[in-house]
């Protein structure tokens, strides 16, 4: 199956310091590519949906202020933790969206889990 | 807004059951359907896709079923084992994915 890579796995940052997170699809293109959070013991909300080349669309209640998407390839989106907070420490998996003649399918990343301290 | 609900929230079995795991979702205008398994700590590892159009998908010991009009699936695992303890996900694409809480799933030797 396709690969999709984050970067990096694991980070821990200071309150009031900014994380990049980087998500690329290593061996397709993807014009769409979705940013997920996981907090402890629940499962992933969406937080926003990223087409290379325009803005971003934020889930309802997600802050598009502080948590910056840029999709500037058709193999890479970053996401930006700004100002961040313990409250903002999570689970955070991206996923690449694989689209053919014959089917369309999201491929995730093995997450990037962020504390803050 | 589409709501995935996965019951039931924990199953615990002893080896060589078999099982079923359900998942419901609100509004049946879905793109396709996804099981994941989630092992503690990690990412998501995917299982079975079932495309809008199809009723069932097959892998292994794994069959998954889709009913769109009812809004439901199922996930069968034949013949349980104990490495086939983890956290199961349902989720439904709809532009993105949402997902259920998740079947905690603990197979005893």
């Known amino acids: 199956g396709a690969v999709v890579s984050q970067h990096p796995s694991r980070v821990i940052c200071k309150s009031g310091t900014s994380v990049k997170i980087e998500c690329r699809s290593l061996d397709f293109q993807a014009t769409t590519m979705f940013w997920y959070r996981q907090f402890p013991k629940q499962s992933l909300m969406l937080m926003a949906t990223s087409n290379e080349g325009s803005k971003a669309t934020y889930e309802q209640g997600v802050e598009k202020d502080k948590f910056l998407i840029n999709h500037a390839s058709l193999t890479l989106s970053t996401l930006t933790v700004t100002s961040a907070h313990p409250e903002d420490s999570s689970f955070y998996i991206c996923?690449?969206?694989?689209?053919?003649?014959?089917?369309?399918?999201?491929?995730f990343g093995p997450g990037t889990r962020l504390t803050v301290t | 807004k589409q709501e995935v609900t996965q019951i039931p929230a924990a199953l615990s079995v002893p080896e060589g059951e078999n099982l079923v795991l359900n998942c419901s979702f609100t509004?049946?205008?879905?793109?396709?359907l996804q099981w994941f398994r989630q092992d503690p700590g990690k990412g998501l590892t995917s299982l079975l896709l079932i495309q809008s159009s199809q009723r069932e998908q097959t892998s292994g010991r794994l069959n998954a079923s889709l009913d769109k009009s009812s809004g439901r699936s199922t996930l069968y695992i034949a013949a349980s084992q104990p490495g086939d303890s983890a956290t199961y996900l349902c989720a439904v694409t709809v532009g993105g994915m949402r997902f259920g809480a998740g079947t905690r799933l603990t197979v005893k030797p």
């Open positions: 996923s690449a969206q694989y689209t053919s003649s014959v089917w369309d399918e999201q491929y």
């Open positions: 509004d049946s205008a879905i793109y396709n």
